[in-house]
């Protein structure tokens, strides 16, 4: 591993270390051990969440006038799953053995890592065969094949098999949207890197009905949106890309697909945070044919009947939740920022799109020992808490608790003098530019509401 590697290794390990510490995202049942490749969200993480979340649904269903929501169920008929190929050879990866440890891998992440030995023992490995992704459980009293369902393993399948019930309650027309944010599960044989591929995870998907010569079209129209989404969010254009998958690859009902990747730290590198894919009629048609209901659309201004075509966006809200997390990561030194922490100056800041950060303002007293002003400290908390998520700090020097907002990416800090009794203002300190200024006690959610 090169010096560069290894910096770059050590970066994503510190933002692990930090995301444990500040109480963003915790390994799950850690006192019994842990349970590999699961993960719980702290206070912090889960208002990060929360609201890469709440941005997703407010892009799709807020600003659209022909996307509409869906919250389907995470236990359905085994029969979806038997009709859309997932329990099938279709939906499986091919896993290896390593002779000498029985350590089991996906092969095709030991090819993209150019790898033919076990990465961990350097053992020959066997010959790769298929792994079925579906999680397994029993619905009623008896665990027997006839009580067998699966843990759903995408979100989609729900909104395919509710497209009839949407257009009988809605009226909509085509092209129209259905989005849906919900949990999906997947027996991975090798999770890793993090939040990055776990087995149970959070998917924000979007699936667009259209007429079929249309397909190019909203393809690229929502190929650019979605990239569009991220940058607007503070995302290193540097960092960001397009990947055509090649024909080759693509899933036997795609006709087309667009990944975007994010660079994330080595050794984890370019890596896919969304996908974009043309799933032509596949979907529904499967459906139809396996449920023998119709799901056809007749177009009232055409007098055509038609399955439509389907142009999918599905991102996940862990891996957006990672990426937004390295994304706003930054150590500042002497106010330079640099990747490395070097002298004891370094100050760890996490620089997050200010609609994105947990916490919004900090209300701290100068001193604690007087009681005039944590009164009106608390006073102006909680005058501040009924709009935005504020956060109460009295522990420690007044520039050891700037810091402390800095490390969780606090966007503002506003600190009661003793000044404040005299004139009934207060300092407001951005967490990006680091000025401060004296803003009255009566024009601050004004203040704050042009700010955030």
């Not at 396996?290 to 007098?303: M, P, R, T, V």
């Not at 991102?315 to 070097?342: I, M, P």
Request: aromatic share 10%; charged share 30%.
């Amino acid at each position: 591993m090169t010096k560069k590697n290894e910096k770059e290794n050590s970066l994503m390990d510190k933002i692990v270390s930090l995301a444990k510490r500040r109480g963003f995202i915790f390994p799950s049942s850690e006192i019994y051990g842990g349970f590999a490749s699961c993960y719980d969200y702290g206070p912090l993480g889960v208002e990060l969440k929360n609201n890469v979340k709440n941005l997703w649904w407010q892009e799709m269903i807020r600003t659209q006038n022909n996307i509409v929501g869906l919250d389907s169920a995470i236990l359905m008929s085994p029969k979806i799953w038997q009709a859309s190929g997932h329990l099938t050879a279709g939906f499986a990866d091919e896993l290896v053995e390593c002779k000498e440890c029985h350590k089991r891998f996906r092969k095709d992440h030991l090819e993209e890592e150019s790898k033919t030995n076990c990465p961990d023992c350097g053992g020959a490995l066997n010959e790769p065969r298929k792994f079925n992704l579906m999680m397994k459980t029993f619905v009623g009293p008896v665990e027997d094949e006839a009580n067998i369902t699966y843990l759903r393993a995408e979100t989609c399948q729900g909104i395919y098999v509710n497209f009839a019930n949407v257009l009988d309650s809605t009226r909509v027309k085509i092209p129209f949207g259905i989005a849906q944010i919900g949990k999906a599960f997947r027996n991975e044989i090798t999770p890793g890197h993090f939040t990055f591929r776990t087995r149970e995870f959070e998917q924000m998907e979007m699936q667009f009905f259209i007429k079929p010569h249309e397909a190019d079209k909203w393809f690229n129209c929502w190929k650019e949106a979605r990239m569009k989404w991220y940058l607007n969010l503070g995302l290193k254009k540097e960092n960001l890309r397009f990947k055509e998958v090649a024909k080759k690859d693509l899933a036997h009902y795609a006709k087309r697909a667009v990944d975007i990747e994010y660079h994330f730290p080595e050794p984890m590198g370019w890596r896919e945070i969304e996908g974009i894919h043309n799933r032509g009629d596949w979907d529904l048609s499967t459906h139809a044919k396996h449920s023998g209901k119709d799901l056809s659309y007749f177009d009232q201004d055409s007098k055509e009947k038609y399955i439509p075509w389907i142009i999918e966006t599905s991102a996940g809200a862990d891996r957006a939740t990672l990426v937004f997390l390295v994304n706003a990561y930054q150590v500042v030194l002497g106010g330079r920022t640099t990747t490395t922490e070097s002298t004891k100056e370094a100050e760890v800041v996490l620089k997050f799109d200010k609609k994105l950060a947990p916490i919004k303002i900090a209300v701290l007293p100068l001193v604690k020992n007087k009681e005039k002003v944590v009164k009106l400290t608390q006073k102006i908390f909680e005058l501040l808490k009924a709009k935005y998520l504020t956060h109460y700090d009295e522990a420690g020097s007044i520039g050891r608790r700037y810091r402390r907002q800095d490390e969780i990416g606090t966007p503002y800090c506003l600190t009661v003098d003793f000044e404040s009794l005299e004139n009934q203002d207060v300092t407001v300190r951005d967490r990006d530019t680091m000025k401060q200024k004296r803003v009255k006690i009566g024009e601050l959610v004004d203040y704050f509401k042009e700010k955030l």
